[in-house]
């Protein structure tokens, strides 16, 4: 039986800056709102793949709460475990981007409705359950708290955790979130680290020391994501897998994370092979910064098949994987 996929944590409608280096500061146009938040994304993404999938989380009972339900239920998400608030507004972001690719986020989310949750661990569907966690919700004390208690109940219950670690500075500045987010990752199967999540969490170790460290304790498969380079696939019976970048038009990059590992997830819950599930991850990762807005760009499979075979990844020079500390 297909595992559950699920998320707990923020759901947020986002507001994009046309502008590059407007820093949220001086006056721009904006589109919006996109349906947004991490396990949002994550989860919305899994859905559309073919995955069974629920989300927990808080919205308000505004039209910003309409559109991001309306989204997640017409691609197959089970929103039940979403509760609405009569006198809570739906959190909303705004982001703006440099001419480097940063950005720049505003979030809305403390005291509306994306934090109001409580705890969701007595409403998990039955049956087995794969919980995928991204550390952007761990700032957050509310979310934090209903993440930790349903972490518990699916792992008591049996089932499997994933962890995307999104290791923000701004976001941890709480030593408790950075507690958490190392337990989390310790009891995680799949782990989806960029090496800026690595150096940050684990600092003076190297990232393959890091990587090499968590799948002897026990982690199955971590997925290093590194943007247009592509992903690189670890796990302890294989070596690893590199896998180059395709090449698109990078219009909007927030998201692609949350995207590849929905792919990910769902694929690997269907019980397609490692490397199959990590190709057509790689792919929809690419296909999500092709649009504005951080889950425009989710895709099906379908479109996903015909961009890898329309765009194949770049060629590697050399069949080798090159050591990390080169990069
Ligand atoms: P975020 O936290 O903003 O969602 P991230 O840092 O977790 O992003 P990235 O490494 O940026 O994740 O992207 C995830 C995956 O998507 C990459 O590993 C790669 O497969 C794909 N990807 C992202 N950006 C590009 C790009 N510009 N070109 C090709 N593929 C990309
Ligand atoms: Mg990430």
Request: proline share 6%.
């Amino acid at each position: 039986m297909q595992p559950t996929i699920i998320a707990v944590g923020e759901l947020l409608v986002e507001f994009v800056s046309h502008q590059k280096g407007c820093e949220l500061h001086t006056l721009a146009e904006y589109s919006g709102p996109y349906p947004s938040g991490a396990p949002a994304i994550c989860i919305d993404q899994a859905a559309r793949v073919g995955a069974v999938t629920q989300i927990f989380g808080g919205l308000g009972a505004d039209n910003f709460g309409n559109a991001l339900i309306e989204r997640l239920q017409s691609n197959g998400v089970n929103t039940s475990g979403i509760a609405r608030f009569d006198n809570k507004t739906t959190g909303v972001a705004f982001v703006s981007y440099y001419n480097d690719g940063s950005r720049t986020f505003i979030f809305h989310l403390n005291n509306t409705a994306a934090d109001a949750l409580k705890d969701t661990s007595s409403t998990l569907p039955p049956g087995p359950l794969l919980m995928h966690i991204s550390g952007s919700s761990l700032g957050n004390p509310n979310l934090r708290a209903a993440i930790e208690q349903t972490a518990a109940e699916v792992i008591s219950r049996g089932g499997e955790l994933s962890c995307d670690p999104n290791a923000r500075p701004e976001l941890m500045s709480n030593p408790d979130v950075k507690a958490t987010l190392a337990g989390l990752i310790s009891k995680s199967s799949y782990l989806f680290p960029s090496e800026s999540d690595l150096s940050y969490l684990y600092p003076g170790e190297s990232p393959q020391e890091v990587i090499t460290n968590l799948l002897k304790k026990g982690t199955k498969i971590i997925a290093l994501t590194r943007g247009e380079q592509g992903s690189r696939i670890y796990s302890n019976n294989k070596d690893p897998l590199e896998l180059p970048g395709h090449t698109v038009d990078e219009v909007d990059p927030t998201g692609a994370g949350d995207c590849f590992c929905g792919t990910f997830l769902a694929m690997i819950a269907k019980g397609e092979s490692l490397e199959k599930s990590a190709r057509y991850a790689n792919a929809a990762g690419a296909l999500a910064v092709t649009e504005r807005g951080p889950m425009e760009g989710n895709s099906n499979l379908p479109v996903i098949e015909s961009f890898m075979e329309s765009n194949p990844a770049k060629t590697l020079s050399s069949g080798k994987i090159q050591n990390l500390s080169e990069h």
